[in-house]
């Protein structure tokens, strides 16, 4: 199987002193998608960005906006995230107990809707909402923080996702400790989306580290 893979940097190891450069950059670099983290100090135990930040970001880059909602509850923020330029949403499954109404509603408002897995949640946990998802985000680290080790523990996870899938159009994206290496790793396994924050930002030329990101997916 050949597969296109997009690379979707991740701007919470940009600079956000520039932000909107830091986002120029990226899409100029190569970038598939703008990732997005959106964090509060609750479900995740740390505090990132809002909906005004995005809308602010927006005009720098006409790339879909990636934003991963690490929120909880999830729903009464959804429209915000809407109207400030939001292109594909992904919330948790783990974040409240309505998660077909959190994508039903996703839909409603005209976006792409995922669904994002923490690494001790099963490939189980998704299989009533298939027909309701055009991303599925297996989370490679526990959510939280840039910069953190690749688990490998969710290769199989990805694998088995892959399968679950067939032959619908949903994205498989992953999102954590992505590097050339691990990229490899989870291409092989069936990633076709692929999440990289430090790797991306810490490394130099941004174009030569989405390169080299991308470089990895097997030639077939
Ligand atoms: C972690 C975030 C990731 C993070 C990835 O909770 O969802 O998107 O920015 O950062 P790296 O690529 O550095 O692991
Ligand atoms: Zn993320």
Do not use: C
């Not at 959106?38 to 790339?63: A, E, Q, Y």
């Not at 991963?68 to 107990?97: C, K, N, Q, R």
């Not at 991303?135 to 690749?150: E, R």
Request: charge should be negative; proline fraction near 6%.
């Amino acid at each position: 199987m050949s597969q296109a893979i997009k690379i979707a940097p991740s701007i919470l190891s940009a600079d956000f002193a520039r932000l909107g450069e830091e986002v120029k950059a990226i899409d100029e670099a190569g970038a598939d998608y703008i990732h997005i983290d959106v964090m509060d100090g609750h479900f995740v135990p740390n505090l990132t960005i809002g909906p005004v930040v995005v809308k602010s970001i927006r005009p720098h880059s006409k790339k879909p906006f990636d934003v991963h909602l690490m929120i909880e509850p999830v729903d009464p923020y959804l429209e915000a995230f809407s109207a400030a330029g939001a292109d594909i949403i992904t919330v948790h499954a783990e974040a409240g107990p309505h998660l077909d109404r959190s994508l039903q509603r996703i839909h409603e408002l005209g976006k792409k809707a995922g669904v994002s897995l923490n690494p001790a949640t099963p490939a189980s946990a998704i299989e009533y909402v298939l027909d309701s998802v055009d991303l599925i985000l297996v989370m490679t680290v526990n959510p939280g923080f840039g910069g953190q080790s690749f688990l490998t523990s969710q290769l199989a996870k990805i694998a088995r996702i892959r399968e679950m899938i067939g032959d619908r159009a949903i994205e498989l994206e992953v999102d954590g400790g992505i590097n050339p290496e691990t990229a490899r790793q989870v291409v092989d396994a069936g990633a076709d989306v692929l999440v990289a924050g430090s790797a991306v930002f810490n490394g130099g030329d941004y174009g030569q580290q989405i390169n080299a990101l991308r470089g990895s997916a097997p030639k077939i």
